[in-house]
């Protein structure tokens, strides 16, 4: 069956470094999503992306934030300036009606 | 905004046991979908129910929705050791054309053997 995949599976990073998650959708999807869950915190929307651009953003994906479909398969979301909130847990997630999640990435900014 | 509110927070119950949890949200949907996650894991996708549908079933899982109290259930029935998770219902809003969803906190099932 097919799967959403994510890599790396943690992340550990100071504080101001560029960090790149990554994320592989399905491969007939067309929607796709970056997501995150602060510990013990709910699953926030961050920025949806549809025909090679950016569709909706929420206001945490401020300036610091970036996200590219580079080669038709990769989606990546790039953290410029990584800040200590910015641990998490960041789920992609890729859509034809029903939105499937990655495993997630854990980010630990120190 | 738009938010998915599940009801309890926390739910302890033994083998065998039927568990039901709740979701309220506050404005139209297009769909709604229920996911579980195991701790410190990833979102398993459970069950997605149209906003014309009003029940669907998947195994042990069945998933009523009501659009006029803005509700949603779930039932897990002859419940197992390993259903033990959190459990999210999330919002896809009728406004939205890319389909963003909106997570509630969660219900924690603890099915105890």
């Known amino acids: 069956e097919p799967e959403v995949t994510q890599t790396p599976s943690h992340q550990v990073t100071q504080m101001g470094q560029e960090v790149i998650l990554r994320c592989v959708p399905i491969s007939n999807h067309l929607y796709f999503y970056w997501y995150r869950q602060i510990l013990g915190q709910k699953v926030e929307f961050l920025v949806s992306?549809?025909?090679?651009?950016?569709?909706?953003k929420s206001e945490i994906f401020d300036d610091q934030f970036s996200v590219e479909r580079p080669d038709g398969s990769n989606f990546t979301l790039k953290i410029r300036s990584t800040k200590l909130e910015d641990s998490a847990m960041y789920f992609c997630a890729s859509k034809w009606e029903t939105q499937y999640f990655g495993p997630g990435t854990r980010l630990l900014v120190l | 905004s738009q938010q998915g509110e599940e009801d309890p927070q926390a739910l302890s119950i033994q083998e065998g046991e039927n568990a039901t949890m709740n979701c309220s949200y506050k404005t139209s949907i297009n769909n709604l979908q229920w996911y579980r996650q195991n701790s410190g894991r990833g979102l398993v996708h459970l069950i997605l129910i149209r906003s014309n549908e009003r029940e669907k079933h998947s195994g042990r899982l069945r998933v009523t929705l009501d659009t006029s109290k803005k509700s949603s259930s779930l039932l897990i029935t002859a419940s197992r050791a390993a259903d033990t998770a959190s459990y999210f219902c999330a919002t896809a809003a009728a406004t939205d054309s890319w389909g963003k969803l909106q997570f509630g906190a969660g219900t924690q099932v603890v099915v105890t053997p």
């Open positions: 992306f549809y025909n090679n651009e950016i569709s909706e």
